[in-house]
């Protein structure tokens, strides 16, 4: 409809206008040749798409995982999936905050990217460390720390 309302001449001139081709990614610019730090867990395609299916993974599994009846999850299994879930939510965290220290430490100082990528990674590993210690020894596993948040404190008469 739009078209049938332009003036003979326009639909000529836009017809004779020649679009530029699109740039295939083979075409892009070269990458710069410097290796990215193993610290940088936000580098590269492939951790992008894994940040998102630990997303996924996280909202479709933690909610099955806490409402589990504890028949069915005593024991090893539940130490399992706690370091299964405990591992996942560290290693969100330490890729989505690399994100973050992407965005907004070089607008402070491009120097400041070495630290924060150490200080993130720390924290990474603290969480790691800390989910997993509460999955393997902690009473009811992580899942029982959970529901611990939402149980009303026990009060001892005495």
């Known amino acids: ?41 936000d580098s590269g395609r492939k951790a992008t798409h894994l940040h998102h299916h630990m997303t996924t993974l ?9 409402l589990t009846p504890d028949s069915y999850s005593d024991g090893m299994m539940d130490k399992a999936l706690g370091v299964v879930v405990g591992s996942t939510v ?5 890729i989505g905050l690399n994100y973050v220290a992407t965005d907004y430490v ?5 120097g400041l990217m070495g630290p924060a990528r150490a200080a993130v ?6 969480t790691f460390l800390g989910l997993n210690k509460v999955a393997l020894n902690g009473k009811g596993g992580l899942r029982g720390t959970v529901k611990g948040l939402w149980r009303p404190v026990e009060k001892k008469e005495g």
């Open 58 to 66: 996280l909202a479709a599994s933690f909610p099955l995982y806490c």
């Open 121 to 126: 990674a720390g924290l990474g590993l603290v």
């Open 90 to 94: 560290a290693a969100h965290g330490w």
């Open 1 to 41: 409809m739009l078209r049938s309302m332009r003036s003979p001449a326009l639909r000529r001139a836009a017809d004779n206008l020649a679009l530029p081709a699109r740039r295939a990614l083979s075409d892009a610019a070269p990458a710069s040749k410097q290796q990215p730090s193993a610290l940088a867990g």
């Open 106 to 110: 070089p607008k402070i100082s491009k």
